[in-house]
């Protein structure tokens, strides 16, 4: 219209209008024109006001300077309607509001404070307010729409990164939104909701598999990584433990952890009181240092995850698993003890060896990480950071603490400090009972106490001074046992000496290779002086009948058996010296063989030693009656061989001096034991003796084995001649 009248008051447009009517209608028609633009415009910025529809305030405007730009800027301008400064403004005012809109997913009460009123339509009012308002509503739930993907994106990530307290955080927001009828119709609910059960399953292997990985490096003795697993294991639980689906998972694999730690420290300190009580010292070192480990990371980093987990009632040391390993630590490594100092190593991530200038750098980082103001961050883990700086800043608190966990005041210290005297006294008990091969056992550890004594701070001067008097109590022993020996042997009491002997070669064998307090010398030393005894003995056996006439060996038989007797004792008695004895005593029977009287005299002298008349025989069953009856029967010398035969056998001389014993028994009392009896239908029935009928007819048996004996000692007959006479008469 206004095109029209400009056309009209003119000649193809050129023609000045001023001071015409046309003029003063066109300028109406402008002014009426602006002034309606002007108050639609203030009507639309009020509106965006009071409802904050910025964005649709913009778009009226927006739309306007199209319009004007298109077919009105040949009459108004932007400038007539004085609108230019609100709509700015009101841009400010929209660029606010996306900003906060973008940040608002990150609390709750961001949603509960703006989201929901945004979300919600007001369908009362002009219409064309009620289509500002669709408009602002399909645009806040695009917007809400693409942040609440971003939510999920965000979560997914944090917790990929280990970032759980963001991944928390983030997690927590969408819990509320997916728990939340209101807003979950403005999203793809079903989309929303089957993400959600996809982000919890995630989280839920993801704390399954650091459970089992955390129980895997304790089971392969992985200190650092178990250290490192149980760190994630509580910074999982920290940030994430609020979502509910999680809430069971983490009570029941927490509560595996728990126990499978509890296990642990029980068999691991079962062994090391096992190796340190066997004194297997190398073992009992690498026990300890693997023990050791795994209470620093209890007394620190476990010490933070309970107390921090009671604070946040996440578990409780009423709950059997985690009582149970509270237990073990505070018996095994003084858990309520250090655990003040040591939530505070744990905080910083220090280990007990930190130096200041490791305190104020791990502070820092702690501080970046927890800072209220940080994504992630709190004001109470903040809190903890700066306790810890302030207690680890001083030296005495990070000296104690060493002390306390790997010096002198650790766990065990007392225990391995007891070690060389409960060595000591073993080593005395084994020694005194003879049992050197334990002792030989415990000596082959020896060398491994210096490793051992390192867990407790025992210097190396103490430890050797440890050794030398285990090794002094050694000495002392084999002193006293050869003390014994030359007792025993300067009084030739040969069983005695034995056992002592015995015990010196099983200390021979199993102590040779300890030669700081052991000499292998001596048991030589005593070797030979018993191998020179035999052979002055069977010297002097020989004397008594080398180059003598039968008579004056008869003579002398009772020395050359009393000699046997002497070589038969230490036969008997020491058995080590068996083989040297026996090849002395077969020489000196072999020498008797030599003569032509010599089979005599051996049986003579057989049955001399198997009457056991020769030695200390004044009591009955004395010990060289029993020698010289053993030295009969254990040389084929003594055999007599009766020819007649078909084969030739022997007969045990033995035998005959039996049938000598015998005969010398009163006759009437043979007699009058003799009994006599029948069986009849399994009865027995005692028949009459001839008493005497039976002892006249021993005593002409006695008489006539008398004569034809003496004739056959006596070289007056030989074996065939023995035989055939004996038959006769």
Known sequence: MLNK?????????????????????????????CSKLKDALQEVSQQAEDNKLYAMAIEVWTEVKREIGRGLKNHVSMMDLGMEAEFERMTSEATKADETMKQSLFTIEHIQQFWEPKLSVDTSGHMLYRLWYNLQYRQNKNIFSRQVAEQFGEAEKALQQSAFS?????????????????????????????????????????????????????????????????????????????????????????QGVHQAISEWVKTHVAALESQLNEFKLEDAAESMKLVRDAGKVLVSTFALYIDVAEADKRHSLKNPGLGELHRECTQHFGFDAVKAIGVH?????????ATLSDVKSAFKTASLKHHPDKEGGSTAMQQRVNNAHTELS???VRQNFKKMVYGSEAPFSKRIKAVPTEMLRRVKERIKEREYDEVSKMLSHLDDLSK?????????????????RLQNAIKDHMKSLRANVQTLWSKREYRLLNEELCANERADKVLAGHAEMYDRGWSREIREQVEKEIEVIATRARSTFLGKSERKAEIAMDDFALQLIYLGRILDDLPQFKSFCKQKMTGLLDMCHDPHWGHGYIFRLGILLGQGTVGDV???????????????????????????KPKSSYEDVNTLVWNEEVTKKDVEEIANEAEAWEWKNQQRFDLPVAKDTLTKSYKRYEKKYNDLFDEWVGNRLKAEELAVKAKTE
Request: net charge positive.
């Open 5 to 33: 009248l400009q056309s009209a008051a003119s000649v193809n447009g050129s023609v000045d209008l001023s001071g015409t009517p046309l003029k003063e209608k066109y300028s109406r028609a402008k002014r009426l024109l």
């Open 166 to 254: 963001i991944a928390g955080q983030k997690a927590a927001v969408l819990q509320h939104i997916c728990s939340s009828r209101l807003l979950l119709k403005h999203l793809e609910s079903d989309e929303v909701l089957k993400r959600w059960k996809k982000l919890c399953d995630t989280n839920i292997e993801f704390y399954r598999i650091s459970c089992k990985k955390l129980k895997d490096a304790l089971k392969n003795h992985e200190m650092p990584t178990f250290e490192s697993r149980l760190r994630l294991i509580h910074a999982f639980e920290v940030g994430l433990y609020g979502i509910d689906p999680l809430k069971v998972t983490v009570k029941s694999e927490a």
């Open 345 to 353: 190593f744990a905080m910083l991530q220090l280990d007990p060896s």
């Open 394 to 396: 001083q030296d005495s």
């Open 452 to 468: 051992l004594m390192s867990f407790a701070d025992v210097s190396d001067r103490d430890v050797k001074e440890s050794k030398q």
């Open 618 to 644: 004044e009591q009955e069953g004395s010990e060289d009656e029993r020698i010289g009856k053993t030295i009969v029967s254990e040389f084929k010398h003594f055999k007599v061989c009766c020819r007649l």
